[in-house]
């Protein structure tokens, strides 16, 4: 079914490959310049500080990205993205000694940039695609597509590094830019109606736009809320991949493999149920959290390797399910004239609360075992999931009464 609405969905089609090509070549570069960045300097502030870089561009360039997506061609701005990140992605293999690290952190930054400015854009791009009615599909896909990328690209970027050297994986890196920019420029976005086209010209402010946005409806806002406090616990998850596979399971880096692989899956598992919802997307998103959250608990109290393994494709899975339907929501709420700026916004808040989260983690590992902070993670997914379906359900109470 899946391939059979991909060969069919064509300008998707083209949309969905170039973010698998895009992402694959992403992760091979990233798993490389952080080995080469221990290799050279032997330091783990060096690899924090290039974390920190990749995540800053969000802030400022993810707004940039969603007004730019809701004033000009989405095509042009995907396109000329990938084609100026080959230079960046290049530059690594310029690398040679102490003296050349300024590389690495200026072109990290800048690829980051791109990908701030590239991801609102392209995810706006999507309405204009397909259909309303396949939104739930389309964005259950998305969730496959970030499963493939996992495993693809963190599992084997590692292999490749490791076998034929890390300039390889750099190398690989541009050239998935320009496949991806190929792939893209192939694609015919369908012209703008001349009273769309008044409606975008119009220069709103930014912040009074999202406030507008925010205002639109209580889903909305529920949603948002739901995002930002998600994006400030999932550090915890990104965070404790490493541990459980190196200190709790003694599996070394294999395990994180392993682990990030199990991710992958439950995530590209998702679309089989995702796909076949109908009703009260917003519902079944607050469920999947709360399922999400007894996984992460169950997670953090067994000892075996197998049950880890199955327990991250189940918090993987429930989490691809939430998502897929969290964006479907979203994309129906809000005008499609706004969603570049919606994205973009979302974007820039949500990665840097991601960092913070990562860092707040870490530093609560020196006090805490990493079970226990896995256990309070997953007790606040439910703990917030619970809270909202309550909001919910008060507001059709307080609706049904009315009428």
């Given at each position: 079914?899946?391939?059979?609405?991909?060969?069919?969905?064509?300008?998707?089609?083209?949309?969905?490959?170039?973010?698998?090509?895009?992402?694959?070549?992403?992760?091979?570069?990233?798993?490389a310049v952080l080995a080469m960045l221990l290799q050279i300097t032997g330091s783990g502030l060096a690899v924090g500080m290039t974390l920190a870089i990749r995540l800053l561009p969000f802030v400022i360039f993810a707004p940039l990205g969603g007004r730019l997506a809701d004033r000009f061609s989405r095509k042009m701005i995907l396109v000329a993205t990938d084609l100026i990140r080959i230079v960046f992605a290049l530059s690594f293999l310029l690398v040679q000694t102490k003296e050349d690290l300024w590389i690495i952190y200026l072109s990290s930054f800048m690829l980051a940039a791109g990908e701030a400015i590239y991801?609102?854009?392209?995810?706006?791009?999507?309405?204009?695609?397909?259909?309303?009615?396949?939104?739930?599909?389309?964005?259950?896909?998305?969730?496959?597509?970030?499963?493939?990328?996992?495993?693809?690209?963190?599992?084997?970027?590692?292999?490749?590094?490791?076998?034929?050297?890390?300039?390889?994986?750099?190398?690989?890196?541009?050239?998935?830019?320009?496949?991806?920019?190929?792939?893209?420029?192939?694609?015919?976005?369908?012209?703008?109606?001349?009273?769309?086209?008044?409606?975008?010209?119009?220069?709103?402010?930014?912040?009074?736009?999202?406030?507008?946005?925010?205002?639109?409806?209580?889903?909305?806002?529920?949603?948002?809320?739901?995002?930002?406090?998600?994006?400030?616990?999932?550090?915890?998850?990104?965070?404790?991949?490493?541990?459980?596979?190196?200190?709790?399971?003694?599996?070394?880096?294999?395990?994180?493999?392993?682990?990030?692989?199990?991710?992958?899956?439950?995530?590209?598992?998702?679309?089989?149920?995702?796909?076949?919802?109908?009703?009260?997307?917003?519902?079944?998103?607050?469920?999947?959290?709360?399922?999400?959250?007894?996984?992460?608990?169950?997670?953090?109290?067994?000892?075996?390797?197998?049950?880890?393994?199955?327990?991250?494709?189940?918090?993987?899975?429930?989490?691809?399910?939430?998502?897929?339907?969290?964006?479907?929501?979203?994309?129906?709420?809000?005008?499609?004239?706004?969603?570049?700026?919606?994205?973009?916004?979302?974007?820039?808040?949500?990665?840097?609360?991601?960092?913070?989260?990562?860092?707040?983690?870490?530093?609560?590992?020196?006090?805490?075992?990493?079970?226990?902070?896995?256990?309070?993670?997953?007790?606040?997914?439910?703990?917030?999931?619970?809270?909202?379906?309550?909001?919910?359900?008060?507001?059709?109470?307080?609706?049904?009464?009315?009428?």
């Amino acid at each position: 079914m899946t391939t059979s609405f991909i060969k069919s969905a064509n300008p998707y089609r083209q949309l969905f490959l170039a973010g698998i090509v895009n992402g694959i070549g992403d992760r091979f570069s990233s798993v490389a310049v952080l080995a080469m960045l221990l290799q050279i300097t032997g330091s783990g502030l060096a690899v924090g500080m290039t974390l920190a870089i990749r995540l800053l561009p969000f802030v400022i360039f993810a707004p940039l990205g969603g007004r730019l997506a809701d004033r000009f061609s989405r095509k042009m701005i995907l396109v000329a993205t990938d084609l100026i990140r080959i230079v960046f992605a290049l530059s690594f293999l310029l690398v040679q000694t102490k003296e050349d690290l300024w590389i690495i952190y200026l072109s990290s930054f800048m690829l980051a940039a791109g990908e701030a400015i590239y991801s609102p854009v392209r995810k706006s791009a999507i309405l204009q695609l397909v259909n309303k009615e396949q939104l739930l599909k389309v964005n259950s896909l998305e969730q496959v597509l970030t499963g493939i990328v996992l495993i693809a690209g963190a599992i084997s970027g590692g292999i490749v590094a490791a076998l034929f050297g890390a300039n390889w994986t750099f190398v690989i890196n541009a050239a998935s830019f320009l496949g991806a920019a190929a792939m893209i420029s192939s694609i015919t976005f369908p012209e703008k109606n001349p009273l769309q086209e008044e409606v975008e010209t119009k220069k709103e402010k930014l912040f009074p736009t999202f406030k507008k946005i925010i205002l639109m409806s209580v889903p909305v806002q529920i949603l948002l809320f739901c995002e930002i406090v998600i994006a400030s616990m999932n550090g915890i998850d990104n965070v404790l991949i490493s541990v459980y596979a190196v200190n709790e399971y003694h599996l070394g880096d294999a395990g994180v493999g392993l682990f990030y692989g199990a991710l992958g899956i439950g995530l590209t598992l998702s679309f089989l149920v995702a796909d076949r919802l109908r009703i009260n997307f917003l519902a079944a998103g607050l469920v999947s959290l709360v399922l999400e959250g007894t996984f992460l608990v169950l997670l953090s109290q067994t000892y075996y390797v197998a049950g880890a393994f199955l327990l991250f494709c189940g918090a993987a899975f429930m989490s691809g399910i939430g998502n897929a339907c969290f964006d479907t929501v979203l994309m129906k709420e809000i005008p499609e004239e706004h969603h570049g700026t919606m994205f973009g916004l979302l974007a820039s808040i949500i990665n840097p609360l991601l960092g913070i989260s990562m860092l707040i983690s870490g530093i609560a590992l020196e006090y805490i075992t990493p079970r226990s902070l896995g256990f309070l993670g997953g007790i606040a997914y439910m703990f917030v999931a619970i809270f909202l379906i309550a909001i919910l359900s008060v507001k059709r109470f307080r609706e049904r009464d009315m009428y």
